[in-house]
C-alpha cells in the first residue's frame, strides 16, 4: 500500500464547468476526510465517512459540493457550477479509526479561471 | 472556523537552535495532534497526544498539554535546515456522533537557516 492517492494531482477549469476529483485512501482504514486548504490557511474540514456512510457535512460545503464513498473504499469529491472562490488544494486523508492521527494524500489543487 | 490557533505566525532561526511553537484551541477535545506540511504537499503526522497525558517525546519533538489552559505547545530540539515546513496543531473534537474529526489552526511558517 502507497499510502493515500489523489487524483489528479492539478485541475484548471472555466468557471461554471463541474469537476470530480478521486481520493484512494490506505485500504485497512474505515474512515475517510475531505478538506480544503486555501494558501496561508489551515486545511478547513468538508466532509467525513466511516466506510460508505457519511458522517458529517460543514456548512462550507453548499449544494454545489457532493461527496460520495461507494462501497466504503474510494470516494469522490464533486463541485458543480465551480466559481472562482472555490479554487484552493483539495486534501483527502483516511485514517483506522476516530482518535488516531490521519494520513494524507499530496491534494488536488483547484484553479478556476 | 478553526478551532486551533499557532504561535507565532512565523519563525525563522539557525540550524542547531530549538524552535518552539503554540497552540490554543476553544473547547473540549479527545486527542491533539501536530503535523508538519512542505511547500505544495500534504501535510504529515508528526504525533498525537490525548487528553489524559501531559508530554509526549518522539525523536527531536517534544509536545506538551495543558487541557485546564486549553493550550499545546510543540518543541523541535536542533533545528535542521528540513525542518523547514509549516506545522499545524489539530483537535480531535466531537462530530458526527463520534470523536475523530479533527479542526485546524493556521499553522506556524518555520524558517530553518544554515
Known amino acids: 500500500d502507497t499510502g493515500v492517492s489523489q487524483n489528479p494531482r492539478h485541475k484548471i477549469t472555466k468557471r461554471g464547468q463541474n469537476v470530480t476529483f478521486r481520493c484512494d485512501p490506505i485500504?485497512?482504514?474505515?474512515?475517510l476526510y475531505w478538506y480544503r486548504q486555501t494558501l496561508g490557511q489551515g486545511p478547513e474540514f468538508l466532509t467525513y465517512?466511516?466506510?460508505?456512510?457519511?458522517?458529517?457535512k460543514s456548512r462550507l460545503l453548499s449544494d454545489r459540493f457532493s461527496a460520495e464513498r461507494p462501497k466504503g473504499s474510494f470516494s469522490t469529491l464533486e463541485i458543480q457550477r465551480t466559481e472562482q472562490g472555490d479554487s484552493a488544494m483539495y486534501l483527502c486523508?483516511?485514517?483506522?479509526?476516530?482518535?488516531?492521527?490521519?494520513?494524507f494524500g499530496s491534494g488536488t489543487r483547484l484553479t478556476v479561471v | 472556523s478553526q478551532q486551533g490557533e499557532e504561535d507565532p505566525q512565523a519563525l525563522s532561526i539557525q540550524e542547531g537552535e530549538n524552535a518552539t511553537m503554540n497552540c490554543s484551541y476553544k473547547?473540549?477535545?479527545?486527542?491533539l495532534q501536530w503535523y508538519r506540511q512542505n511547500s505544495g504537499r500534504g501535510l504529515v503526522h508528526l504525533i498525537l497526544?490525548?487528553?489524559n497525558e501531559r508530554e509526549k517525546h518522539s525523536g527531536r519533538l517534544r509536545v506538551t498539554l495543558d487541557t485546564s489552559k486549553k493550550s499545546s505547545s510543540l518543541l523541535i530540539t536542533a533545528s535542521r535546515a528540513a525542518d523547514t515546513a509549516s506545522y499545524f496543531c489539530?483537535?480531535?473534537?466531537w462530530g458526527g456522533g463520534s470523536w475523530g474529526k479533527l479542526q485546524f489552526g493556521a499553522g506556524t511558517q518555520v524558517v530553518v537557516t544554515p
Open positions: 489539530a483537535t480531535d473534537a
Open positions: 486523508a483516511s485514517s483506522a479509526t476516530g482518535g488516531t492521527g490521519y494520513t
Open positions: 485500504s485497512e482504514h474505515n474512515r
Open positions: 473547547t473540549s477535545i479527545n486527542n
Open positions: 465517512f466511516q466506510n460508505e456512510a457519511q458522517l458529517e
Open positions: 497526544i490525548r487528553s
